[in-house]
């Protein structure tokens, strides 16, 4: 028996539902699941209102960028130096990379994630995240001496927040945040009920 059809065989006989898409917070920071249903922007936002009334101050949205800037800067020398940002994209948010939807992988469940297109114009992390910033940690290297400094990245917090908080009231609601990309279905989805029917013979 080859591979493909011990492979067809465990296919469920009904539609695949997609995957959920991964987020990326406003400073970059991915979060991603397994379950279909998962809520990864609730997740971010929820661990990032710290006080949990339903809203992020500026100075909450700072403490999140903090907290992530220390976990990318494994050295901890207060900057985000090249080897930390060539990290961050090729391991911790390949995302951020924009060819990866047309990359040539063997295996399936990213073979499904290549069918997820987006618009153009979204670019890396913009895919997937309230900003259209193809690559948030860099973005934030205001003097362009190929490194991030915490200074930096708080005033990339400060810049992004004061993109995502429309009303300028000071507080972003989750009702405020725009509404996240979503990828067009192709190919897979033939019938056009908005779900992928089992695979095909892979090319
Ligand atoms: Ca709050
Ligand atoms: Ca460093
Ligand atoms: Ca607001």
Do not use: H
Request: aromatic fraction near 8%; proline fraction near 8%.
């Amino acid at each position: 028996m080859s591979r493909l059809i011990a492979l067809l065989l465990l296919l469920p006989a009904a539609a695949l539902p997609p995957p959920s898409a991964p987020f990326l917070s406003p400073m970059g920071e991915p979060f991603r699941s397994d379950d279909p249903a998962a809520d990864n922007a609730g997740c971010w936002f929820g661990a990032a209102d710290r006080n949990a009334d339903g809203a992020l101050s500026l100075a909450e949205l700072q403490a999140d960028a903090a907290r992530f800037f220390a976990a990318l800067d494994g050295d901890g020398d207060g900057e985000i130096g090249p080897a930390e940002i060539a990290r961050y994209e090729n391991e911790l948010a390949p995302e951020v990379q924009l060819g990866l939807q047309m990359r040539r992988t063997d295996d399936w469940r990213r073979r499904r994630r290549r069918e997820m297109l987006y618009d153009e114009g979204l670019e890396g992390a913009g895919r997937f995240s309230f900003l259209n910033i193809p690559q948030p940690v860099i973005a934030a290297d205001f003097d362009m001496n190929r490194g991030v400094s915490a200074e930096e990245f708080a005033r990339a917090a400060s810049q992004r927040f004061r993109l995502l908080d429309r009303d300028g009231d000071g507080r972003l609601l989750r009702a405020e945040l725009p509404a996240l990309p979503r990828p067009r279905l192709r190919r897979r989805d033939r019938d056009s009920d908005k779900t992928w029917t089992p695979f095909r013979r892979p090319r």
